[in-house]
C-alpha cells in the first residue's frame, strides 16, 4: 500500500488498496466472469465489492486490477506502527508477483497436467447451486476458470503449427467429461456462451500483456463439436465485425479461426464460413493466407464432397475462378497457385450431384469470360467448362443460341473449340450441336445484311460454322452399310440364278459343288449327328447306374458332413458372439474412416459398381431365380403326376430317360426341318 504522509486537517489522500485482498463478509451481488478477468476499473463507495459469480469467491488470492479511490484522512499513527504496515504491504505485493509468475506455463501440456480438476469441480458446483437458474453464469465461469488455468505464452492467432483439433485434443478425457456434462446442461444459452468466448477473446487482444487464450479456445472447440450450425447462425454479424476490425489483422484471425473450428466437424458447415467469412475478405493481404490455408485444410479433411454438395452456387463460384486463374489480382503467385490446385475440388462443389440439370445455370457467365484477350490458361479452363456444360446439361446450347448475337467473338472461340475437339465429342452433343449451328449459320446471314461493327468476329463465327457443318456431313467410310449392301445383292443375285436355271443343281451353285464346299459341309452335318446319337445312347445307358453308385457310396457321408457343417457353425457362433458384436460395433466407424480416406474416384467406382450389382439383382438374377424355382415347381408336378403320387428313383428316372429321349427327338426334327427347309430353298423345290 502506498506511504501516507503527514494527514493536514481535512486532507484527503489517494492511496492505492490491496489487490489480492478481500473483505471476509459475504458479497450483495457477483460480478460476471468475462468483467472478473477483463480487468476494468470498478470504483467502490464502500469496502465490500460486488461479483456476480462464483468465480471471484473461489479465488480470493486472484490478482485484481489496482484502482484507485479516495479515502478520509486517518488519525496520525505511531511511525513504529506505520513501519510495521509498510512491511506487512512489501510481503504481500511480493506474494502476488510471484503468485503471477507461477501462473505461466511454458506449454499448455504442462499447464493442463498441473490443472486441478477437483477444484474446477467444486467451482462448478457451487456456482450451480449460487445461480441454479442462471446456465449462462455457469459456462462463463468454465472458461473464465480454464483460461485463467492455462495461462502459457501467446501464440499465433490461428494455431497454424497444430493439428485442427488444437488445443481440444490435448485436453483428457475427465476434463472433456466435466465440459461436456455442463455444456448439455447449459445447451439453451451455448448460442449466448459462443458469442461471449469470441467477444471475451477480441477484449483480451486490447491489453498489451494480456492473457492466453486456451481456455476459450477449447470451449469453443467443445461446442462445434457437437453443434457446428451454432457458429453459422450470425455469419452476418459476424462478417460486420470482421470488416469493424479489418485495420487489426489479430482480431480479424481470431474471429476466422474461432467460426472456421465448425467446418472439421461437418463440411457444410465449414463450407458456409468459408463461403461466408472468408471469401469476402479474401483479397485482403493480412487475412488472405489463412483462408486459402483453412480451405485446403477443410477439403482435406473431408476427402468425401458429396456432404458439400448445393453449397457453391454461381454467384460463389466465378470470384474464386477469378481469382484462381485472372493474373495481376489482390492475390500472391504462391496463394493464387495454392487455390488453382484447390480449383478442381471447388468445380465438383460446384456442379454438384446433378449437373446435367445445373448447369445451364453456369453457360453464360462461363461465355462472357472467354474472351479473345483472356490469359491463355484460364481461357483453356472456360472452354473445357464450356463443353462440359454442353455436353451434360442440354439446356446449354439454348441458352447460347440466345447470347450468341451478344458474345460472337466468345462464340467464335467455342465454336473453334468444338472443331478441335470434334472426334471425342458424343453422338447426342453432335446433334444438337448441328441444330445450334445450322441456328447460327441463319443468324449470320441476318447479321451480315443489317451490317454490325464486329465484322471480323462475325466472319470467324461464319468461318467455322462452315467447317463444322462440312465435317458433319462427312463422316468418314460407311463400311458397315456397304458389307451390307454387299450381302443383299449377294443373296438377290444367288435367289434369280436358281430362279431363272430352274433348280439349285442347274444355277451357278455348281461352282460350291465343284469347288468341294457343299460336299464338305455334307460330310461335316453328318459326322456331327452321327456323334450325337452316340453320345446319347452312352449318357442313356450310363447315366442311371453312375447316379446310384455315386448315391450309394457318398450318400451316408454327405449327411454326416450337412450335420458337422451346421453343428461348427453353431459352436462357431456360440463362441465367436463377442467378435461379432465388436464388428458391428465398429464397422461403422471403420466405414467413416475408409471414406475419408479413400479418394473420391474410387467412392465413385464403388458405387457404380454398386447400382450395376443392384441393376443385375433385381434385373436378371432375381427374375431367373422365380423363373427357375417355378420351372422346378411344375416340373415336379409333372413328375409326381406321372408317377401317381408316389415317386421313387426308378419312377424319376424313367421321367428323366423319357424326357431326355424325347428332347434329343426334338431337336433333331428340328435340325432335320431346317435342313429341309434351306435345301428346298436352294434347290427351288
Known amino acids: 500500500m502506498a506511504s501516507v504522509g503527514p494527514a493536514g486537517a481535512g486532507r484527503w489522500e489517494l492511496v492505492r488498496r490491496g489487490r489480492g485482498r478481500r473483505p471476509a463478509g459475504g458479497a450483495a451481488g457477483r460480478r460476471a466472469l468475462q468483467e472478473a478477468n477483463s480487468g476494468r476499473l470498478l470504483p467502490s463507495a464502500s469496502p465490500i465489492t460486488t461479483s456476480d459469480t462464483i468465480f471471484e469467491l473461489g479465488f480470493e488470492k486472484t490478482v485484481k486490477k489496482q484502482n484507485k479511490e479516495q479515502v478520509p484522512p486517518a488519525p496520525v499513527p505511531e511511525q513504529h506502527h506505520k513501519k510495521q504496515n509498510m512491511g506487512k504491504n512489501a510481503k504481500k505485493s511480493t506474494a502476488v508477483d510471484a503468485g503471477l509468475k507461477q501462473g505461466k506455463f511454458r506449454t499448455l501440456e504442462d499447464a493442463l497436467k498441473a490443472l486441478n480438476l477437483t477444484e474446477l469441480q467444486k467451482e462448478l458446483d457451487k456456482s450451480q447451486n449460487v445461480f441454479p437458474e442462471n446456465p449462462s453464469v455457469w459456462v462463463k465461469d468454465l472458461a473464465g476458470y480454464l483460461n485463467y488455468k492455462l495461462q502459457t505464452p501467446r501464440s499465433d492467432p490461428t494455431l497454424s503449427q497444430h493439428t485442427p483439433d488444437y488445443p481440444y485434443s490435448l485436453v483428457s478425457k475427465e476434463l472433456r467429461s466435466i465440459i461436456k456434462s455442463l455444456l448439455v446442461k447449459a445447451s439453451s444459452v ?162 454438384g450431384a446433378k449437373p446435367e440439370s445445373t448447369l445451364h445455370t453456369y453457360f453464360p457467365s462461363f461465355l462472357s ?162 456323334y450325337s446319337l452316340q453320345g446319347y445312347s452312352w449318357l442313356e445307358r450310363n447315366v442311371p447306374v453312375y447316379y446310384s453308385q455315386v448315391l450309394t457310396v457318398l450318400g451316408p457321408n454327405l449327411k454326416l458332413v450337412l450335420a458337422k457343417t451346421s453343428e461348427t457353425a453353431v459352436y462357431v457362433s456360440g463362441k465367436c458372439s463377442s467378435q461379432i458384436s465388436w464388428v458391428k460395433d465398429n464397422l461403422p466407424w471403420f466405414i467413416e474412416w475408409l471414406q475419408a480416406q479413400a479418394p473420391d474416384f474410387v467412392l465413385h467406382f464403388a458405387e457404380c459398381i454398386k447400382e450395376l450389382l443392384l441393376f443385375l439383382l433385381q434385373s436378371c438374377l432375381l427374375p431367373a431365380l422365380e423363373s427357375i424355382g417355378t420351372a422346378l415347381e411344375r416340373g415336379w408336378e409333372l413328375c409326381v403326376d406321372a408317377c401317381n403320387g408316389e415317386v421313387s428313383w426308378d419312377c424319376v428316372r424313367e421321367q428323366l430317360t423319357s424326357f431326355t429321349y424325347s428332347s434329343w427327338l426334338y431337336l433333331q426334327n428340328t435340325t432335320l426341318a431346317i435342313k429341309n427347309w434351306a435345301l428346298a430353298m436352294i434347290s427351288g423345290h
Open 190 to 351: 451455448l448460442e449466448l456462451f459462443f458469442d461471449h468466448c469470441i467477444y471475451t477473446m477480441l477484449q483480451e487482444l486490447d491489453k498489451s500483456p494480456g492473457e492466453s487464450l486456451h481456455g476459450y479456445r477449447i470451449c469453443i472447440q467443445a461446442v462445434v463439436l457437437d453443434k457446428p450450425k451454432i457458429a453459422t447462425v450470425n455469419l452476418g454479424k459476424y462478417l460486420e465485425l470482421l470488416r469493424s476490425h479489418q485495420n487489426r489483422p489479430m482480431k480479424c484471425l481470431t474471429i476466422m479461426w474461432a467460426l472456421g473450428q465448425a467446418g472439421f466437424t461437418d463440411l457444410t458447415e465449414g463450407l458456409k464460413v468459408w463461403l461466408g467469412i472468408m471469401l469476402p475478405v479474401l483479397g485482403i493481404k493480412s487475412l488472405s493466407p489463412y483462408a486459402i490455408a483453412y480451405l485446403d485444410r477443410l477439403l482435406m479433411t473431408h476427402a468425401n464432397l458429396t456432404k458439400g454438395f448445393g453449397m457453391i452456387g454461381p454467384k460463389d463460384f466465378f470470384p474464386l475462378l477469378d481469382f484462381a486463374f485472372m493474373p495481376n489480382n489482390s492475390l500472391s503467385p504462391s496463394l493464387q497457385e495454392q487455390l488453382r490446385q484447390l480449383y478442381p475440388r471447388l468445380k465438383v462443389l460446384a456442379f
Open 369 to 530: 469470360r472467354a474472351t479473345p484477350n483472356c490469359p491463355a490458361d484460364m481461357r483453356n479452363e472456360l472452354l473445357i467448362c464450356l463443353s462440359e456444360c454442353l455436353s451434360m446439361d442440354a439446356l446449354s446450347f439454348s441458352a447460347w443460341r440466345q447470347l450468341y448475337t451478344k458474345h460472337l467473338s466468345q462464340s467464335s472461340l467455342l465454336l473453334a473449340h468444338l472443331l478441335e475437339s470434334w472426334d471425342s465429342t458424343s453422338r447426342k452433343v453432335r446433334k444438337s450441336l448441328q441444330e445450334t449451328v445450322r441456328s447460327f449459320k441463319v443468324t449470320n446471314e441476318e447479321l451480315a445484311v443489317k451490317g454490325p461493327n464486329s465484322l471480323q468476329d462475325l466472319a470467324a463465327c461464319h468461318a467455322t460454322c462452315k467447317n463444322l457443318l462440312h465435317k458433319m456431313k462427312g463422316r468418314g467410310f460407311p463400311w458397315v452399310r456397304l458389307l451390307l449392301v454387299v450381302l443383299v445383292f449377294a443373296a438377290g443375285f444367288l435367289v434369280h440364278d436358281i430362279r431363272t436355271q430352274g433348280s439349285f443343281q442347274a444355277s451357278s451353285a455348281h461352282i460350291l459343288r465343284s469347288s468341294g464346299i457343299l460336299s464338305v459341309s455334307q460330310q461335316a452335318w453328318n459326322k456331327v449327328s452321327h
